[in-house]
């Protein structure tokens, strides 16, 4: 049986497109820099992002670190929401293995880290104090776009204190699409952009990180450190740009996919839409249904984990039809009560 799966845009499996592509990767010892296939990734998602460089590493909290670490020492603080997945979902590393100290903002409704509240944050030179050396940003967050004026604000704000500045955009291809801008222009006013090829645009595995010259080899050096130098790569490589090639533009039909499931699940009395953006919807299930309601769906080959606020996320592997077919599990579980 085919399953349904909604629980995240990172179980999409490789098309036989991709498969094919990667099988036909010309490959070499990528630490030894001999990986062509890895070269032209690099190649082409920094001119992409409009930034001199790029690397390529196995996942999107590598890439975040190494970032992270390229940009801040032993002692420096960086900036970064309550709600990043920077600060809240990757093990606490920039802490554990960077030796940096994060300072959370709380996160507006948005996404966005209210300016007054990084200004405040921001410490004096004082040795009492952490330095406080990087902004940290993401796009997008919990499936919102962050206003690009918003953007503009905060890294000019960062930039006027001496700060340099980080996105981690895993899902920045979903933010260019949505806002139809390009991905170069949402990059622009960051140092580094961390996006992940495993979500959305569908690749098994990898993310690349772009900034300065400078800044990539300073990351190169920690991605070696922490165990990313990969040798013949390209077969992976190969699936990201099959991935950019093929899978960009449809991020749109993702998008118009979780529209579809919110306004379907809108329907039903029982539940409330919390939001919609990009490919994710947010629903508020009633706490006594949470367990019953992800049971039901499992024997129906649907995956979702029901939580009171439940993400539910659309990607390459789920069309129109399994977005119907979901809402009417959901609408058949409630009409059963
Ligand atoms: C998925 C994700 C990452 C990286 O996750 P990996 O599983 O390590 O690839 C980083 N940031 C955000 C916002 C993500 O959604």
Redesign the pocket.
């Known amino acids: 049986m085919r399953l349904i799966d909604l629980r ?1 845009d ?1 179980v999409t499996r490789p098309t036989p497109g991709m498969r094919a592509a990667m099988a036909a990767a010309e490959v070499g010892d990528d630490v030894w820099g001999d990986d062509p296939t890895v070269q032209r990734l690099q190649a082409v998602v920094a001119e992409r992002a409009g930034k001199e460089a790029g690397l390529f590493l ?7 670190l190494c970032a992270l670490m390229a940009h801040c020492g032993r002692g420096d603080e960086y900036l970064v929401g309550q709600l ?3 600060y809240k ?2 093990g606490g590393g920039a802490a554990v293995l960077g030796s940096i100290q994060p300072q959370p903002i709380e996160n507006a409704e948005d996404g966005s880290l209210p300016l007054a509240k990084l200004a405040a944050a921001i410490k004096p030179q004082d040795d009492h104090f952490a330095r406080t050396r990087l902004l940290a940003l ?1 796009n ?2 919990g499936g919102k776009v962050l206003p690009a004026s918003y953007v503009a604000e905060a890294t000019a704000l960062a930039r006027s204190r001496g700060l340099s500045t980080h996105l ?1 955009g ?2 920045l291809c979903n933010a260019a699409v949505a806002s139809k801008a390009a991905l170069a222009g949402l990059a622009a006013p960051f140092d580094s952009v ?1 996006i ?1 090829f ?2 959305g645009l569908g690749a098994p595995v990898g ?1 690349v990180l772009v900034g300065s010259r400078a800044l990539i080899e300073r990351a190169h050096r920690w991605r070696k450190v922490l165990g990313g130098g990969m040798r013949q790569s390209g077969i992976l490589a190969a699936a990201c740009l099959y991935a950019l090639d093929h899978h960009y533009e449809r991020l749109a039909e993702d998008h118009a996919n979780a529209e579809r499931l919110a306004a379907g699940l809108a329907q039903i009395a029982e539940l409330k839409v919390l939001s919609r953006a990009t490919n994710m919807v947010y629903l508020q299930v009633p706490e006594r249904h949470c367990a019953p309601l992800e049971s039901w769906l499992k024997e129906r080959g649907i995956l979702a984990q029901i939580f009171p606020a439940t993400r539910l996320v659309t990607h390459l592997d789920v069309g129109a039809g399994d977005i119907d077919g979901f809402v009417a599990a959901v609408e058949d579980y409630f009409a059963s009560r």
């Open positions: 995240s990172t196995p996942t999107g909290t590598q890439s975040n990043a997945h920077t979902y990757e993401e997008t967050i981690d895993a899902r961390s992940c495993s979500k993310s």
